[in-house]
């Protein structure tokens, strides 16, 4: 990241800001960190679920974007009103601070986009059906790592979990057991793959947001996880022949 310093200074510190001169923490600016504040506990109370969690005297509201959106909207009014802002210094602070996010939604979109022609053109299904012919009629080790790398590919065009278990459990699972190979070992191939594909695929809608917001190109990235995750791949295919071996 050394080589884009001045780029992350210009993107994200004031440009001629007096750090040894820095404002006052007035009595408005502290009200407004505390609305910020407020504004994040209000979110988490609306968004946790806590009779999942075995609590139930908080009750669970089920909230998400639609809520979490009218949660920050008001709080950015509050902010406005306690700071005395007119009207036109509102709306353009507020666009201002928005634009810099419009390229997130733009590539989180494009992202989703790739998993919905996939399904939709049904090439999710194709690539499942070449996996379910590659695991038939083979060993056990070679089952798992098989698994392994099929959901690799599967993660990158289905990068949801719960999606992804819903597509292809039904068919692997009963795969696994004309293998001789425990189901749990298919899960652990499963979290496994999905879990270090959502670190690198460009469908990822969650990490390209992220490299976005934080003006992160995609290459830089690459070179900073690629190895970590070429040793966690190779790691994780030895615990499933391990696991594979020992449950045998």
Not at 40 to 47: P, S
Not at 180 to 203: D, H, K, Q, W
Not at 217 to 246: C, P, Q
């Amino acid at each position: 990241m050394y080589i884009i310093k001045q780029k992350k200074i210009k993107n994200f510190f004031l440009k001629d800001a007096d750090y040894d001169n820095l404002p006052e923490l007035t009595g408005k600016r502290k009200l407004t960190l505390i609305i910020f504040l407020i504004s994040f506990l209000i979110m988490l109370w609306g968004v946790l679920p806590w009779e999942d969690l075995g609590i139930s005297f908080i009750p669970t509201m089920y909230w998400w974007f639609g809520e979490l959106s009218g949660i920050f909207i008001a709080g950015a009014i509050v902010v406005a009103i306690i700071n005395r802002m007119d009207e036109d210094d509102f709306i353009d602070t507020f666009i201002n601070g928005a634009k810099d996010l419009l390229g997130v939604a733009i590539i989180i979109g494009v992202a989703r986009g790739v998993a919905v022609i996939m399904n939709d053109a049904m090439i999710t299904d194709t690539i499942l059906h070449a996996g379910e012919q590659l695991l038939m009629n083979v060993s056990s080790v070679v089952f798992s790592v098989a698994t392994y790398i099929i959901y690799l590919v599967l993660s990158f065009f289905v990068p949801s979990s719960s999606g992804l278990a819903t597509l292809s459990m039904g068919i692997v699972a009963p795969l696994a057991d004309f293998a001789n190979v425990g189901r749990e070992i298919v899960v652990i191939a499963y979290a496994a793959a999905n879990s270090m594909i959502a670190l690198v695929a460009p469908t990822s809608g969650l990490l390209m947001g992220v490299l976005t917001m934080t003006k992160t190109s995609y290459s830089i990235w690459m070179k900073f996880v690629g190895k970590f995750l070429f040793v966690i791949a190779l790691a994780t295919i030895g615990v499933l022949v391990a696991a594979t071996l020992i449950m045998a």
